[in-house]
């Protein structure tokens, strides 16, 4: 075996492909800890730890139509409490913003908000509820002017967590004209707050804008100390507790503009928690011409990291990178640490072993970085989002464990996020954990073709975790033994290794386990291990698709690796220009490797040449070593064929039906009636034999045509036979000759008044569960062509019909109905008589499934049929008998309509010409579990080689298995089927 590593994905091949889980949950799995109503939204949380050592999250809850409630989450034995909210009782008109909250100690917690709490309606007499334009102009204010107003009257105020309870907010003194303000928390749990006051009052000027500490000493605020004065312009305050002091920072701008140029820098100074300057304004070196920068806490340690602005004329396409410093007694110089477009708005810092963390916010989510030995490596995403589900806003996070931080967010409810309404806020909470985890996170297979056949696996790697490991090892194991062991390098965070290694399956299935041996804690061990199925893939390959006979597509089909599988899906097409045309589907099986048999009858007419094509496994459903083989074509042409596809003379009248069979359409042609076969070879008309009767068949609208003759307009013939000759004199190029020409028995001439008759009856009618079998028969003296059976339902649009070909006299036909509706309807039979198109009608109702059987599934089937030739009787009609089987299991007394008979049918046909049917009628005990056997004779003669035998009794919807209930034979001989 060999091994490579490398610190790439890996991709390409044909390879069965195992991915693990991502370690991190997406928040879309996580559920809101609190779910607000749509117009109420929580503010940036603030995480801290409470004087009993239980996280709590504690935000502003409001906004100008609703209440104002400080709310908070405690977390206690394992599980978050529900929401508390504590009314702020303030205006409700103004809206606050959470500064950050802490806890003091001795069961004390405070909590510090932005505001401003004048009563704007009761200084200006203004009414509860909306206010209009009117009453503006009444009170003699604008709402410009009153939010002009709340911006300059800005405050700080403070609120105390006691027994409970937070207490109604309190003003911070001096803090009038607030624009912006950061809560630190200090050692003994004491806090300061930093700040930028206007002292004119006037946004619009920001050079008169100072920043002020006061910390929070004995129950009171100390006035406020003011850091800067001078005309500059000073924003964006930041400020970190370290060794006993508060260092505070801030970006100073030299053009009395709050905008990132050559001119900007970061100035920073430190204050005592005694409330002392101990160091005047100095310059943070190496962040001139900065756009962008925030501080991070670490032990002993404040780190700051900025971003340089781009000159006014850089490209769209430059970026800067991040730089960064850090602070004990003094700052070290700039480090550039390569990492580019990183947002600094909201970032935190952590030591992890010997390496420094850094957390920030991404458009995507959580994002991590780790500065090792070896430089600055980006880790990607440590706490995803699905891309427009969520909005991950203002994270706060605690490092309340060794190994994990606490992360507490905002965003967006996602069970709302598909309606109209803007989706409401809710907080999210997630542990993510500090710890390396090292996953087989890829495993790539190559394709198994053959036993006894190496074959190549590639596991990839990863360090999914936050922290690096030194070493560790992967084994392979089979049978539970050690295959082999591979000791990887160490990973950083987002590193990967991969190893390839080689295996030989001995036998069609087997396994190997992967296993990775991590000498230092993990978040989780349960990735450390993944089972690796082995197998060898079947291979389906199309040998070829050909036509049998004039309906019938034959696709030859062998599985080449010799794998026992299901059976597979083969589905037909007709290849059209741009696209495929279904034509069906059959399924191939290799316990049983029958070439595969599509009827197309339905295939729409072609007036030229096409092509169809079969595919086996298209969908994929099974995984082959080889797709590449599942398809093969057949180019079809088209044939033209006109046949008589019925001749039946009566004492009173011939009748016929001609029709084309084939594929190309023809106009017309001529059809004789003749008592001499020497004319069906004539291939012109013959003055010696003329025929008794000829008529132009004309095709051009139609594809069937009737005609009548009567027996008086044919002449007398001493021959008592009578043939009909289709196109005798050969002037169409019809493919199949011997369709052409077919003779009946031709009785004596009957003169009498007595009229023949076309005559068909409903005899019977069957229902069962959704199924309904219809008995037609006819009693009368002429053959009925193309009946029509039809189920109607009685109040919906809904109808289902079903053709006869031909019932004969004396004959009959069972027509079967499934899976129709519950429901009332009305069976319809219509034919064509003579001279008019009769019906019949009766009423039939299908019950509702729940009625139709309350037992297990019932099942039909024709177990067995034998051919065997009778003896010669010396009269000439010698005949074959046919025993037929039948099995019937799971009738009984379970079912609403137990069956107690079975018709059976029995066909042999050539094309569409009937040489024999016959039907019977099986009667079955109750019980319906002895097997019942039949014997019936038949014609030798209707046994034709290449004629087809059809033995079929009624498909029921609750069968097991439809397929059993229908044999179909093609005769090689009168003996046997092929």
């Known amino acids: 075996m060999k091994q490579r590593l490398t610190h790439k994905l890996i991709g390409g091949g044909i390879f069965l492909v195992m991915l693990s889980l991502f370690p991190w949950s997406a928040l879309l799995a996580q559920t809101p800890l609190v779910i607000p109503n749509s117009n109420r939204v929580p503010q940036k949380p603030s995480f801290y730890v409470g004087h009993d050592n239980a996280p709590r999250i504690s935000f502003y809850y409001g906004d100008f139509n609703a209440k104002d409630d400080i709310g908070s989450l405690i977390y206690r034995n394992g599980v978050w409490s529900t929401l508390i909210l504590e009314d702020l009782q303030i205006p409700n008109d103004n809206p606050f913003d959470l500064v950050g909250a802490a806890s003091l100690g001795n069961g004390v917690s405070l909590m510090v908000l932005a505001g401003d709490d004048t009563n704007y309606r009761e200084v200006y007499g203004l009414p509860e509820g909306e206010i209009t ?107 970190q507790y370290l060794n006993g002091s508060y260092l505070v920072s801030w970006m100073e701008s030299q053009n009395a503009e709050v905008s990132p140029d050559e001119d900007t820098s970061v100035k920073y100074t430190t204050v005592g928690t005694d409330h002392t300057i101990l160091a005047g304004t100095q310059f943070i070196p190496g962040t001139s011409n900065t756009a962008e920068f925030n501080l991070a806490s670490l032990p002993g340690a404040v780190q700051i990291f900025w971003t340089p602005s781009l000159p006014e004329n850089a490209e769209f396409t430059e970026k800067t990178t991040v730089q960064t410093a850090s602070y004990t007694e003094a700052w070290s110089a700039a480090e550039e640490t390569g990492l580019e477009n990183f947002n600094l708005s909201n970032i935190s810092t952590y030591e992890v072993n010997d390496d420094l963390v850094v957390l920030h916010e991404s ?282 596809t019925h001749f039946q003379v009566t004492p009173k009248t011939a009748y016929l039906t001609v029709s084309n069979v084939g594929q190309i359409s023809v106009g017309s042609m001529d059809l004789i009636l003749t008592d001499s076969g020497s004319v069906a070879i004539l291939t012109e008309p013959n003055s010696e034999t003329p025929p008794l009767f000829s008529q132009t068949v004309d095709f051009t609208t139609t594809d069937s045509v009737q005609i009548e003759v009567a027996r008086a307009d044919l002449p007398e013939s001493t021959e008592s036979v009578l043939f009909a000759v289709l196109d005798p004199y050969r002037t169409v190029a019809d493919s199949d000759r011997l369709n052409n020409t077919q003779r009946t028995f031709m009785p004596p001439l009957d003169t009498s008044q007595g009229e023949e008759s076309s005559v068909l009856e409903i005899k019977s009618v069957t229902t069962w569960c959704n199924t309904v079998q219809v008995q037609v028969i006819n009693p009368g003296t002429l053959a009925v062509i193309t009946p029509k059976v039809e189920m109607i339902h009685s109040t919906l649009d809904i109808s289902t019909q079903a053709t006869v070909p031909v019932i004969t006299p004396a004959g009959q036909e069972l027509v079967t109905f499934q899976e129709l509706g519950a429901g009332d309807y009305q069976l319809r039979l219509s034919y064509q008589s003579i001279n008019e198109v009769k019906t019949e009608e009766t009423n039939v109702t299908i019950n509702p499934p729940q009625l139709c059987r309350t037992g297990p599934s019932r099942n039909l089937a024709i177990t067995e049929f034998l051919l065997t030739p009778q003896t010669d009787t010396g009269t000439g009609d010698a005949m074959t008998q046919l025993q037929v089987a039948l099995t019937a299991d799971g009738f009984g007394t379970n079912f609403l309509k137990p069956l107690i008979r079975v018709p059976v049918s029995v ?22 579990e002895t097997p019942l056997s039949k014997a019936l004779e038949i014609p030798t003669s209707a046994l034709q080689a290449g004629a087809q035998m059809i033995l079929q009794t009624p498909i029921r919807d609750d069968e097991q298995n439809g397929a059993d209930n229908v044999v179909i034979c093609k005769l090689e001989s009168e003996t046997q089927c092929l």
Not at 215 to 236: C, I, K, M, Q, S
Not at 907 to 928: M, S
Request: proline share 5%; hydrophobic share 40%.
């Open 363 to 644: 458009e995507d989510g959580l994002r991590s970085v780790t500065k090792t030995s070896e430089g600055w490596l980006d880790n990607g995403i440590v706490l995803g989002l699905q891309e427009g589900a969520l909005e991950l806003t203002n994270a706060a996070i605690l490092r309340h464990e060794a190994d994990y931080l606490w992360v507490a967010m905002l965003g967006a409810v996602p069970e709302d996020a598909d309606s109209d309404d803007e989706a409401p806020t809710g907080i999210y909470f997630e542990k993510l954990s500090l710890l390396p985890d090292v996953v087989i996170s890829r495993v790539e297979v190559e394709t198994v073709k053959q036993l006894n056949t190496p074959f190549q696996i590639e596991v990839t790697v990863k360090n999914e975790g936050i922290a690096p490991v030194s070493e560790f090892q992967l084994q392979s194991i089979a049978g539970g033994e050690v295959v082999e062991t591979f000791t990887g390098a160490g990973l950083s965070s987002g590193q990967e290794a991969v190893f390839t290694l080689e295996y030989t399956l001995t036998r069609p299935v087997g396994s190997l386990q992967l296993e990775l041996l991590v000498g230092v804690p993990e978040s989780d061990t349960e990735n450390n291990t993944m089972p690796l199925p082995l197998s060898i893939l079947p291979d389906f390959e199309m040998l070829s698709l050909t036509q049998q006979g004039e309906t019938t597509l034959v696709a030859t089909i062998e599985e080449k690796s010799e794998v026992g599988t299901v059976p597979v899906p083969v589905e037909f097409f007709l290849v059209g220009e741009t696209e495929l045309t279904s034509l069906g589907t059959a399924s191939f099986d290799t316990n049983n490797p029958v070439p595969v048999l599509l009827d197309w009858a339905d295939l729409p007419n072609q007036t030229g040449a096409f092509q169809v094509l079969a595919e086996i496994n298209g969908s994929r459903a099974l995984q082959e070593s080889d797709h590449g083989n599942n398809t093969a074509s057949y180019l079809v042409e088209p044939v033209l064929d006109v046949a008589i």
């Open 907 to 928: 066909q042999v046909k050539t094309g569409t010409t009937i040489l024999f049917e016959a039907e019977d009628v099986w009667f079955l005990p109750e019980n319906g």
């Open 133 to 239: 334009a009117e009453d503006l102009a009444a009170s003699g204010i604008t709402a410009e002017e009153i939010v002009r107003q709340r911006s300059a009257n800005q405050r700080l105020f403070f609120s105390l967590l006691t027994n409970g309870k937070w207490s109604k907010p309190i003003p911070v003194p001096a803090t009038f004209y607030l624009v912006e303000a950061q809560l630190v928390t200090g050692a003994d749990r004491t806090v300061a707050l930093v700040f930028r006051l206007d002292i004119d009052k006037d946004l619009d000027t920001v050079n008169d804008q100072e920043l002020y500490i006061s910390v929070y000493r004995n129950g009171a605020w100390a006035n406020p100390l003011r850091l800067t004065r001078n005309d500059l312009v000073e924003y964006r305050v930041r400020a």
